[in-house]
């Protein structure tokens, strides 16, 4: 173990200031049992250089017994507590639960502060050198949901990071939030969390590529949860049910906003805008609305009624569209800032990239949006049998799909990247393949040879491949010396990527962009009125970024004219659940295409799931929270006690004392040092008890506890309180096993009903099943104790 500096402070204030100044290397230790073995072992992701002791500050000392409460300081230790005579006979669940707390050499100097603040017990937490990449510890998983959980608990998890698939989502959509509503088959609550942050959710369920999916940790298990499906089947239930999720503002603000552009990013803002009571115009230099949705994406992937219908909600709404306007030719940047009082640019990737080859200017030679955008408006484009496209990414895939839908013979593709590194969606060559498209990887066009009359007749082809990395560490594609091969083409169709067209805007670009503020991608610029979102403001990239680009412009907006409040999601340290059903090895849901007969340009070729196959798919859902259990033994039966946790800052109730968190198990901020704790004085007729069930008396931790405190006349319960420690993230207090026994003249035939309640609710892991039977037991057996 590497030196450490060690402070002893005086007081919980000269504590706190040592902490807070030392930072995150710094750590407050009360009796040193816990903390320095964790040092020792190096489980912790960061080092720890400074200790914090808190066994000579004197404002932490002492025990009081007034009429009223009794006051324990924090670093009084645990010996202390189960020797005083006072302490046993007044608070007898208290002393007990110190008194079961390991050794007794332990309990010597171990404090009352420090067993209510120690870290959970998990091996994968607790693992020598921090080998496992664990939530608590600022990880991506719980190892244990799926792992060794034999001690783990049986009451769900704790949310205490934003898990994969949220932090993976551009739009940091709270996946697993939407999830839970699902397995507890509220729909419409599952839509409205997705709806909050994702007003386009019928789109992006079917077009997102879904990077989710791709960090989903139960790819590890098996394969990853449909969320993409999900979604898709939540954002059409928005659209069937809009007066459930879209409501005119409450008032209108007075202020207006005109936004230029129709795509993702404007139909973002414009909806969060107008919810905002703000008077809300959308430009768009094209006679549909979408953008690149309507004119990039063909219908067979994203059918154009879905876009016709967005348009009728936001109608409805209240948004004002003028269609056919084009910034720089029927209106300019002037006219609009003396109509409205902000304007946000929202323009897209318009341009395709060119490509330099010999003959690159015969007929037949087309760029990708041009094409989609003539499939689009269903212009009718002349395309031969055999059609070659130049790309590798989803639009260069969309469009080899076209031509084959269009009628073209024979489609071919050419990468230049290897198969394996394109950049489309698994799913989109997938579905190529199937229709019959042809890959050529490692391929480039070099020359076009022209026919007679100046078409497009045989292509050269370039034959690449990839050498080793250079020094920079990057690898690189070049050509093998002479070998090429002849292609017999009747149409070239690049699609190598898209740029930004800023004609009309010259005044707000630079460098081929208009100047947004990157900070949070909050669509500020340099003009006060004028704010950007999207491709045109941060560069070409999926639908889901772009929605989350116009959430961000409008709150800035508001932030600049009022309106808009925060949209709050499931908070971190919440309890969250997940169903049995998920520790099984099943397969995700996937949508069914039509047979390849049946495919068409103009019709969507696959299905949304159905309710069952979506509600099922949800209980695949790991939520991906900490199962790991809170291992106090004086924390839960303080809970039990409706005891109060004093820190240098305010007062914390017991029971809201606990959490499960990044590097903690209680709600304590930095520098933030408990100092006492205040346990109320028992009503006349009170019982306590305490019991801990452990492999072994020389073991600290708890397989299960239960703390009892309860007021009796006679055999009739008046008031009780009932505490688990050790089946939960946190000690858990049974309120509906509470409120069951209130009133009740306590029998054996009540104690097994009670016992029985108390499970109702358990979801066990692949070990830890016998908890759930041993809780039972040992709820009904402590109550007995009563009678």
């Not at 510890?137 to 698939?165: I, M, Q, T, W």
């Not at 079917?206 to 098996?222: A, L, S, V």
């Not at 073209?408 to 950049?423: G, H, R």
């Amino acid at each position: 173990m590497k030196d450490l500096e060690v402070y002893y402070a005086g007081s919980a204030k000269e504590a706190s200031a040592l902490l807070k100044e030392k930072g995150d290397s710094s750590w407050p230790m009360g009796g040193g049992t816990d903390l320095i073995g964790v040092i020792r072992e190096g489980i912790l992701p960061q080092q720890i250089n400074e200790i914090v002791s808190l066994k000579k500050a004197e404002d932490l000392q002492g025990i009081i017994k007034d009429e009223n409460y009794l006051t324990l300081g924090a670093a009084t230790t645990l010996s202390e507590i189960e020797k005083n005579a006072e302490i046993n006979q007044i608070f007898p669940a208290l002393a007990e639960a110190a008194r079961t707390v390991a050794s007794p050499q332990i309990r010597h100097v171990a404090t009352v502060g420090g067993n209510i603040c120690q870290q959970v017990r998990c091996w994968y937490y607790r693992y020598q050198g921090d080998k496992f990449n664990c939530l608590r510890k600022g990880g991506e998983r719980c190892n244990a949901v799926v792992g060794n959980n034999l001690y783990h608990s049986v009451f769900g998890a704790f949310k205490v990071c934003d898990p994969p698939c949220q932090v993976e989502c551009p739009n940091s959509t709270n996946i697993p939030a939407y999830m839970e509503r699902l397995r507890s088959g509220d729909i419409a609550g599952a839509a409205k969390i997705l709806f909050e942050v994702n007003p386009l959710a019928a789109v992006t369920g079917r077009i997102c590529p879904h990077t989710c999916e791709q960090t989903c940790n139960r790819k590890k298990f098996d394969e990853s949860v449909s969320v993409r499906e999900a979604e898709r089947f939540l954002g059409d239930y928005v659209l069937e049910h809009p007066e459930d999720f879209i409501t005119p503002p409450k008032k209108e603000s007075g202020k207006k906003v005109t936004v230029i552009g129709s795509g993702p990013a404007g139909l973002s803002a414009a909806f969060y805008l107008r919810q905002a009571g703000h008077t809300v115009t959308i430009l768009d230099q094209n006679p549909e609305i979408g953008g690149m949705l309507y004119y990039g994406i063909p219908s067979y992937r994203l059918p154009k009624e879905i876009l016709a219908r967005y348009k009728e909600i936001l109608l409805g709404l209240g948004v004002n569209f003028r269609m056919n306007t084009k910034v720089g030719e029927t209106v300019t940047l002037e006219d609009l800032y003396k109509e409205c009082d902000i304007v946000l640019v929202g323009i897209g990737a318009w341009v395709s990239l060119g490509l330099e080859f010999e003959g690159k200017d015969a007929e037949g030679v087309l760029n990708a949006l041009e094409f989609l955008q003539k499939a689009a408006d269903r212009v009718p484009q002349k395309l031969g049998e055999k059609v070659v496209v130049i790309g590798g990414g989803n639009t260069s895939f969309d469009v080899c799909r076209s031509a084959r839908k269009m009628g073209a013979k024979e489609v071919t593709l050419l990468s230049i990247l290897p198969y394996d590194e394109m950049p489309a969606e698994e799913e989109e060559i997938t579905e190529a393949l199937e229709e019959g498209v042809q890959i050529l990887d490692l391929t480039t066009l070099q020359k076009v040879i022209k026919g007679e009359n100046g078409e497009v007749k045989t292509l050269v082809l370039q034959q690449m491949e990839k050498i080793d990395e250079d020094e920079t560490g990057l690898g690189n594609i070049a050509p093998v010396q002479d070998v090429t091969r002849e292609l017999e083409a009747d149409n070239v169709i690049v699609a190598i990527g898209q740029t930004i067209d800023l004609e009309g805007f010259e005044s707000l670009s630079s460098g081929g962009r208009l100047i947004a503020l990157s900070e949070k991608e909050s669509g500020k610029t340099f003009e006060e009125a004028i704010f950007a979102a999207g491709d045109a403001a941060y560069g070409p990239a999926t639908a889901v970024k772009a929605i989350f680009q116009g959430r961000n412009c409008a709150k800035s907006i508001c932030e600049t004219i009022g309106g808009m409040e925060e949209v709050v999601q499931t908070e971190r340290g919440e309890k969250i659940s997940f169903s049995s059903y998920a520790l099984q090895k099943t397969e995700k849901a996937k949508t069914a295409n039509a047979p390849l007969e049946e495919r068409e340009l103009y019709k969507e070729i696959s299905t949304t799931l159905n309710i069952e196959e979506i509600l099922q798919e949800a209980e695949r859902c790991l939520n991906c929270g900490c199962v790991a259990v809170s291992p106090t033994d004086v924390g839960t039966a303080l809970i039990a006690l409706d005891a109060m946790i004093v820190t240098n800052e305010r007062e914390i109730l017991a029971e809201h004392f606990f959490k499960a968190a990044v590097m903690g198990s209680t709600v304590l901020e930095k520098g933030e040092i408990v100092t006492k704790i205040r346990v109320p004085q028992a009503a006349a007729g009170n019982k306590q008890i305490y019991y801990k069930h452990r492999t072994r008396k020389s073991i600290d931790f708890p397989i299960l506890s239960i703390a009892l405190n309860a007021d009796m006349d006679g055999q009739k319960v008046k008031d009780i309180r009932v505490v688990f420690g050790a089946a939960a993230p946190v000690p858990k207090r049974m309120h509906q096993v509470e409120e069951f026994l209130r009133g009740k003249d306590l029998t054996r035939q009540v104690a097994e009903e009670a016992a029985a309640l108390a499970v109702e609710d358990c979801v066990p892991l692949a070990e830890n099943a016998y908890k759930v039977h041993l809780l039972e037991v040992l709820t009904r057996r402590t109550l007995e104790k009563l009678i």
